[in-house]
Nanobody
Framework: QVQLVESGGGLVQPGGSLRSSCAASGSIFKVNAMSWYRQAPGKQRELVARITSGGTTTYADSVKDRFSISRDNAKNTVFLQMNSLKPEDTAIYYC????????????????WGQGTQVTVSS
């Protein structure tokens, strides 16, 4: 059984910073790409940032130059550093990982964290 457990998030004033982390645990053979998504009230879930196992990153235009995604492959953990936060960044943030659970013959399956609330407000 694979679990993704998130931590971080919270309430911050505009212009502030937050750091979230997400650790994958359980029966894991390989963790491929890891990502952060967010979903604001009344909106669809959207990709915020993604990092491959080799470290290649991509960002949504709305967070480029403000957010930074990184990972610790030894700990199967992904981080999201959020700087210069704006009220429009308010959302539930979900981590996602593409994982092969038990061996190289396994299909790559998506797993999701439970979500953490980020609120940017004065």
């Amino acid at each position: 059984q694979v679990q993704l457990v998130e931590s971080g998030g919270g309430l911050v004033q505009p212009g502030g910073s937050l750091r979230s982390s997400c650790a994958a645990s359980g029966s894991i053979f390989k963790v491929n790409a890891m990502s952060w998504y967010r979903q604001a009230p009344g909106k669809q879930r959207e990709l915020v940032a993604r990092i491959t196992s080799g470290g290649t990153t991509t960002y949504a235009d709305s967070v480029k130059d403000r957010f930074s995604i990184s990972r610790d492959n030894a700990k199967n953990t992904v981080f999201l550093q959020m700087n210069s936060l704006k009220p429009e960044d308010t959302a539930i943030y979900y981590c996602n990982a593409d994982i092969q659970p038990t061996g190289w013959r396994d299909p790559v399956l998506p797993y999701w964290g439970q979500g953490t609330q980020v609120t940017v407000s004065s």
